[in-house]
Nanobody, 113 residues
């Protein structure tokens, strides 16, 4: 059974930081590119950051230079380090094994003073 379990969300003030984690099981993690998506109320889900099998990364323009995606294949975990958070980063964040039907349940990030 494939599971992607996100954690690390919460309430943070503008300018603060959070690190999200997504632990995978039931898949050969090292064979998948991984992505972090987010969805705010009333908006479409959008790809925030992705990382390939080789470790190459891409970011949405809105988070470039603030967010960093990285992976630890030994722990079958992908991370999203989020710095300089803004209220517009408020959303539910999901991880996905790229190109697959495997999604996590989501973790809520709220940026508010």
């Amino acid at each position: 059974q494939v599971q992607l379990v996100e954690s690390g969300g919460g309430l943070v003030q503008p300018g603060g930081s959070l690190r999200l984690s997504c632990a995978a099981s039931g898949i050969i993690f090292s064979l998948y590119g991984m992505g972090w998506y987010r969805q705010a109320p009333g908006k479409q889900r959008e790809l925030v950051a992705s990382i390939t099998i080789a470790g190459n990364t891409q970011y949405a323009d809105s988070v470039k230079d603030r967010f960093t995606i990285f992976r630890d294949n030994a722990k079958a975990t992908v991370y999203l380090q989020m710095n300089s958070l803004k209220p517009e980063d408020t959303a539910t964040y999901y991880c996905n094994a790229l190109g697959s039907i495997f999604w996590g349940q989501g973790t809520q990030v709220t940026v508010s003073s």
